[in-house]
């Protein structure tokens, strides 16, 4: 009798340990990861510490890094579609739902960097040479400039 109360413990902390652990597991699907959009390589994150410091890991290798905020305080903010242009206004890049820190790897070029946040469109130009990076803010101050 005493092996089946043993044998039932263990089940029970098996299950428990893995219902402690599932939200983690969760957590680490999704942590930013490099993805494609056409040729095109990306990743985008930044929400809360964990995303912030892979990012930071990641970044080395794309040329171009994007940032997202909003008001006086410098809100990271996320959901934000990006749209990059070569000089020619063809799209070379798009997202949807960017999260405040973009990473985008792109050939050396002229660029056209386009992002809206509550209906505001900002446009920022960037040059990629070399093998250096270049970092964008894109700033909203919000509807009350605040």
């Not at 219902?19 to 990861?33: F, K």
């Amino acid at each position: 009798m005493k092996t089946v109360h043993i044998a039932a413990a263990s089940a029970l902390l098996a299950v428990g340990a893995a219902a402690i652990a599932a939200p983690d597991a969760g957590a680490n699907a999704d942590r930013p990861v490099e993805r494609h959009a056409g040729s095109v390589a990306y990743v985008t994150g930044g929400i809360g510490k964990s995303d912030q410091m892979t990012m930071r890991r990641l970044g080395a290798a794309y040329p171009l890094h994007i940032v997202l905020s909003a008001r006086k305080d410098d809100e990271f903010i996320a959901d934000v579609p990006v749209d990059i242009r070569d000089p020619k206004g063809r799209t070379v890049f798009h997202i949807d739902k960017a999260d405040p820190l973009l990473d985008v790897k792109l050939p050396e070029g002229k660029y056209i960097v386009n992002a809206r946040f509550e209906g505001v469109g900002e446009s920022q130009d960037v040059l990629l040479a070399g093998k250096g990076s270049q970092t964008l803010y894109f700033h909203w101050k919000g509807r009350d400039g605040a």
